[in-house]
């Protein structure tokens, strides 16, 4: 016997106005229908199939390793998706059936696993999920007589005692394998929107005293989203939870809700977050670091120590006791060695920079190599395209590069070398060398006065 699984998520969404179904849509970085098959793996389930609607690739690419899918080329109700899946796993007569509405990301495992150790403390063939909505138009009722569930019935199909019924049914349920198909077989379509219903199940099992309910699920977590304004409340809802957890593991935060941690970004103990700051996909962040305020830092690794603000870090590695900004822009393949230092208005891409060198002010440094304990001067840029190909800047250790360098790549700066403020470097500086590349200050004196005597003759 083992238990397994059944997200439906086949409809087409049509109230998110996109061509893309709805489940991909991301929560804290991450797609609507990975959460909901994450919890399900979590909550200890043996396999897990997804039904998708015709052209579902990208719902199939969103998915964690190890889950399959099934297409329900015509979205004809949900028994017909769970029929679709039920034929695509073989026999499932001695298994227990989860299944699950694909587009309520905030389902945790923990509510799975309960529901699942309910239904198999049980005898019921069916044990369905519900809540209490404060509002529970657009959801399934849940009909009881005296506590026994009886059926659900939709909002489209409900009478007026029956719409003020709070208790809802929230697309999930625990079957018994063993009859499952012929149940679903006999539901009909004859109701208002002409589609299979899943819930139509819960009517013929109960006729046979068959379903339990575990009741007191979480309005917010079985919410599905449907528009984009309840996508927007599950993303707020999921960054709480991710926030409030980071916040337990010791990380400071000025202000959380203004605060947007992605679940693949992993933090220390001792990080200290300001308002407005953004951390998303494959991104690492170490002990004592501070980033923010209105900083966005995405797949990059920050070691520890370090200071970020203002700024926007994209693709790149940095190390130890770093600062950067206040508005630097770190574009991908940018490595920061240990005490190195990019300030304002610098752009920096697919450079490095060895320990203890730094580009403090107003700079373009891209395709370059930067050695260790080099200072360069405000203004300093490299030339690195010419209009066809990319070259790179080549720059030694102790390098004193002056304001307003240009350095034309392909170029190479030796160890200890000095460029001249305002130079246009084109050739190979040597170690040790000072390189000066302006034409030589004239000075013509008394100028003003002979200025203010033209001056007074223009006048006479
Ligand atoms: C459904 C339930 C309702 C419940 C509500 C909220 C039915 C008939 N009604 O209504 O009792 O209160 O969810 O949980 O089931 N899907 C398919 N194939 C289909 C149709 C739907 O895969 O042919 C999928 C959708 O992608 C979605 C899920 O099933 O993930 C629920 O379908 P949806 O149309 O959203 O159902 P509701 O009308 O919200
Ligand atoms: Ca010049």
Redesign the pocket.
């Known amino acids: 016997m083992s238990v397994r699984a059944i997200v439906?998520?086949?409809?087409?969404?049509t109230r998110m106005r996109s061509d893309r179904s709805?489940?991909v849509f991301p929560v804290a970085g991450r797609p609507i229908i990975w959460w909901v098959a994450a919890a399900v793996m979590d909550a200890g389930v043996d396999e897990v199939i997804v039904?998708v609607?015709h052209g579902g690739e990208d719902v199939e690419a969103a998915l964690p390793d190890g889950v399959m899918t099934v297409v329900?080329d015509?979205?004809?109700?949900?028994?017909?998706?769970a029929t679709t899946a039920l034929a695509a796993m073989g026999d499932t007569s001695d298994d227990t059936v989860l299944v699950i509405?694909?587009?309520?990301p905030l389902i945790t495992a923990d509510t799975l696993r309960n529901l699942l150790a309910e239904h198999a403390d049980g005898d019921a063939r069916c044990t369905l999920l519900t809540a209490v909505a404060p509002d529970p138009t657009?959801?399934?009722r849940v009909i009881r007589v005296g506590d026994r569930v009886r059926g659900?019935v939709?909002?489209d199909d409900a009478d007026e005692a029956q719409r003020e019924i709070q208790e809802?049914?929230?697309?999930?349920y625990v079957f018994e394998g063993a009859g499952l198909v012929e149940t679903l077989a006999d539901i009909g379509n004859d109701n208002e929107?002409g589609?299979?219903?899943?819930?139509d199940a819960i009517a013929a099992m109960a006729s046979e005293g068959g379903v339990a309910a575990v009741a007191g699920a979480d309005p917010q977590e079985?919410q599905?989203v449907?528009t984009h304004e309840q996508l927007a409340a599950a993303d707020a809802a999921m960054r709480r939870r991710i926030n409030a957890e980071w916040m337990e593991a010791g990380v400071w935060m000025q202000d959380p809700a203004s605060v947007y941690v992605d679940a693949s970004v992993r933090l220390t103990a001792g990080v200290r977050l300001y308002s407005g700051t953004h951390l998303e996909g494959d991104t690492s962040v170490g002990s004592d670091s501070e980033i923010g305020p209105n900083t966005v830092v995405r797949d990059s690794q920050i070691g520890s120590g370090c200071k970020v603000w203002f700024s926007v870090v994209r693709g790149a590695e940095i190390a130890d006791g770093v600062e950067i900004g206040p508005y630097a822009s770190l574009r991908p393949g940018t490595l920061m060695a240990d005490s190195t230092k990019v300030g304002t208005f610098v752009e920096i891409k697919a450079t490095s920079l060895g320990k203890g060198s730094k580009v403090p002010h107003l700079s373009y440094i891209g395709d370059a190599s930067i050695g260790e304990g080099s200072n360069i001067g405000a203004g300093t840029i490299t030339c690195n395209y010419d209009g066809f190909k990319k070259h790179r800047t080549v720059i030694g250790d102790r390098v004193f590069i002056g304001s307003d360098t240009m350095l034309v790549a392909p170029v190479e700066i030796g160890d200890d070398a000095y460029t001249g403020a305002g130079s246009v470097i084109t050739k190979d500086v040597a170690e040790g060398a000072l390189a000066v590349e302006r034409s030589s200050q004239k000075e013509l004196p008394g100028y003003a006065e002979r200025r203010a005597r033209l001056a007074e003759s223009e006048g006479e």
């Open positions: 439906l998520a086949a409809g087409k969404g709805k489940v039904v609607g329900q015509q979205q004809l109700g949900t028994a017909h998706a509405p694909g587009d309520s657009g959801y399934g659900i939709e909002e809802v049914a929230v697309s999930t929107q589609e299979y219903y899943l819930p079985v599905g449907n």
